[in-house]
């Protein structure tokens, strides 16, 4: 059985890749590619953060804080792995992995060389796909998917200390531990930018190079763009929430930001027409320039920067944002009201309703007070019928 690594790089529209293969996972099975659903889906990184070791965002994001809660997590995982690709293996040939992260992630070639020992017993061929895109593009981009989640710094302030000898961003130190632990002959290298994908679409350039016998019209191409990068506009008002909401509250979660920003990107009066621009771009081309080269003159055949250079700002012909910075700060700290706007979740409603009964039922708190709890869930939940029937029982009881 072959193993198809799709390894990223990072914002090179992995996410689109991923939810198109998982929504056609039925017809790829029936022409022999399976996918994983034990390595976690659409992203598979449970297997990267196996391979990684330590503690994570994405652990941590799951509730593991702690060297006993990761070997929990883990448990049986490597068996349950087995058994999904053996049970696989009896009517597929190819099977597929896909996870950007086994490109930010696994930093070490002892890292690397964990993914190839944890699979070498189930497959006799590896093909390692990875995509790669002009470094102050992926920084600029990196930048609005920060924004998304919970940067809070300025453009020229996030990443700024990246150079070429950052693993995530010099290509030739990066897919040479790939080399390394697969060998060469395994590795399938793609450019990421215009004019250079199959068809100008990346899920047809990964069939004709990393899955060359499925048939296209067999798929279907409905799947929605992803992680559409953020605006000027949208960017600078997402700062501002960042900077002032963080993204946990101790080890909580805090999805009162996530819900502010969603509704920014609604916002009709934006100006959505110019993008992030990072005025440190020319510098950082030139930064990566020679490391470029080699890099594409030993897995491209070519002894030249296959990198377009970046434009410089005014280059494009669009017009200003029509707000200043400063006024979109201010609004988006009006819009925060960052003292006062609480966001709860679904579940969070549903249990502080479930408490507020139990209590009162069991004579630890009065009707009031169970009447104060159920109002809170009421306010979070304003058209919930059990909630607003209990609080009426209650009054009538008062």
């Keep these: 059985m072959k193993c198809v690594l799709h390894i990223g790089t990072e914002k090179t529209a992995t996410t ?37 070791g330590g503690l994570d965002d994405y652990l941590k994001m799951r509730g593991v804080h702690d060297a006993e809660a990761r070997a929990a997590f883990f448990e049986g995982f490597a068996r349950q792995l087995a058994d999904e690709i053996y049970e696989k293996a009896r009517d597929h040939d190819t099977f597929l992995i896909t996870s950007e992260h086994f490109h930010s992630r696994l930093l070490g070639p002892a890292q690397v060389a964990r993914v190839r020992e944890v699979l070498e017993p189930y497959f006799d061929e590896f093909r390692v796909i990875c995509y790669f895109r002009e470094q102050s593009q992926k920084r600029t981009s990196l930048y609005s998917t920060g924004l998304r989640v919970s940067t809070g710094q300025t453009i020229t302030e ?26 060469k002959e395994a590795l399938v290298p793609r450019l990421f930018a215009k004019g250079a994908l199959t068809g100008g679409d990346i899920r047809r350039d990964f069939l004709a190079h990393a ?19 953020l605006s000027a506009d949208e960017a600078a008002l997402f700062q501002k929430i960042n900077a002032a909401r963080p993204q946990f509250i101790g080890k909580t979660l805090d999805p009162t930001p996530g819900v502010v920003k969603h509704m920014v990107e609604g916002l009709d009066f934006l100006d959505r027409s110019e993008g992030i621009y990072d005025p440190r771009q020319e510098a950082m081309y030139e930064a990566f320039n020679a490391s470029n080269i080699a890099f594409f003159e030993r897995y491209f055949g070519e ?3 296959l990198f377009e250079r970046p434009k410089a700002q005014g280059q494009d012909g669009l017009d200003a944002p029509k707000y200043s910075a400063s006024d ?21 409603v549903t249990l ?8 009162h039922s069991a004579g630890t708190i009065s009707a009031a007070e169970a009447i104060a709890l159920l109002s809170l869930a009421q306010r979070a939940r304003p058209g919930g019928e059990a909630i607003a029937q209990k609080i009426e029982e209650l009054w009538s009881r008062e």
């Excluded at 034990?38 to 990184?45: A, E, H, K, L, T």
């Excluded at 016998?213 to 990068?229: I, P, Q």
């Excluded at 988006?332 to 979740?345: D, G, P, S």
């Excluded at 502080?352 to 209590?359: E, K, S, V």
């Design 158 to 183: 996030f990443q700024n200390a990246a150079g070429p000898k950052t693993h995530a961003y010099n290509y030739l130190t990066f897919f040479r531990k790939w080399e390394d632990a697969f060998g």
């Design 16 to 52: 689109l890749l991923q939810r198109w293969v998982y929504d056609n996972e039925a017809a790829l099975s029936a022409q022999g590619v399976a996918l994983s659903r034990v390595m976690d889906f659409p992203n598979n990184r449970k297997l990267v953060s196996f391979a990684q």
């Design 211 to 229: 899955l060359p016998n499925v048939a296209a019209e067999a798929l279907s191409f409905e799947t929605a763009t992803a992680n559409e990068a």
């Design 303 to 305: 002894a030249r920067n």
């Design 328 to 348: 979109l700060a201010q609004f988006a700290e009006r819009l925060m009201v960052l003292k006062n706007l609480v966001v709860v979740r679904e579940e969070e």
């Design 352 to 359: 502080l309703a479930d408490l507020a009964n139990r209590l």
